[in-house]
């Protein structure tokens, strides 16, 4: 399975996310998530529809203006920002075969990312 992991280099998360991996032999290949944002059809396919919030960068500028934690978009709202602005993604934002996460959480990706 070829992992692409959606990377910003200043983003803690990433780096840790990214450790993490390294150390269990998973393999994957860095896109910088600024520089080329995930297309409109990645973010479709992998964005809940019942839980947008949950994938969006609460420390994102765009997230704070426009006051998104008490007014969350709907599933076209988020991806149209996050076209325009893609540090609204949550990050590590990691995409391989069907599935996909936004964000690190080890117990996710132990089940997702580690060879079994």
Do not use: H
Request: proline residues 5%.
């Amino acid at each position: 399975m070829s992992i692409i992991f959606y990377d910003k280099k200043t983003c803690g998360t990433c780096k840790k996310a990214q450790s993490y991996l390294n150390e269990n032999g998973v393999r994957f290949e860095i896109i910088d998530i600024i520089k080329e944002v995930p297309s409109r059809e990645l973010l479709e396919r992998f964005i809940p529809e019942d839980d947008v919030k949950s994938i969006l960068n609460p420390r994102s500028t765009i997230y704070r203006e426009k006051m998104l934690g008490k007014n969350p978009p709907n599933k076209v709202e988020a991806i149209d920002l996050m076209q325009q602005d893609s540090n609204l993604i949550k990050r590590p934002f990691i995409v391989g075969g069907d599935q996909a996460s936004f964000g690190f959480k080890t117990d996710e990706f132990k089940v997702k990312w580690l060879k079994k």
